[in-house]
């Protein structure tokens, strides 16, 4: 069982950057795929970027790459998702999920746990 919970949103104009974290329980976090998720009202839940359990492969959807980073540090039991040159069209709740690492990271389903989500909002 792994508990996730996320922190570091908040309100920022566009153009800024916010570092969202994502602290988990139980001793086997180092052996999951982390994955960073948003949902804005009224639209599904999407992905947008995610890191193997070693750090060594990073995944990120194309409306923020070159922008966002995702990072882990496994001795701390953290993944981090640093965003820059933040657009309103960012604003959206932001979820971590762990998963088993299989290799697939794009979609829900290949993550078991979610934490309760922090949100973003930025102002033009």
């Known amino acids: 069982q792994v508990q996730l919970v996320e922190s570091g949103g908040g309100l920022v104009q566009a153009g800024g950057s916010l570092r969202l974290s994502c602290a988990a329980s139980g001793r086997t976090f180092s052996s999951y795929a982390m994955g960073w998720f948003r949902q804005a009202p009224g639209k599904e839940r999407e992905f947008v970027a995610a890191i193997s359990w070693s750090g060594s492969r990073t995944y990120y959807a194309d409306s923020v790459k070159g922008r966002f980073t995702i990072s882990r540090d496994n001795a701390k039991n953290t993944v981090y998702l640093q965003m820059n040159s933040l657009k309103p069209e960012d604003t959206a709740v932001y979820y971590c999920?762990?998963?088993?690492?299989?290799?697939?990271?794009?979609?829900?389903?290949?993550?078991?746990?979610w934490g309760q989500g922090t949100q973003v909002t930025v102002s033009s």
């Open positions: 999920g762990a998963g088993r690492d299989s290799g697939s990271y794009l979609y829900t389903r290949d993550y078991t746990f």
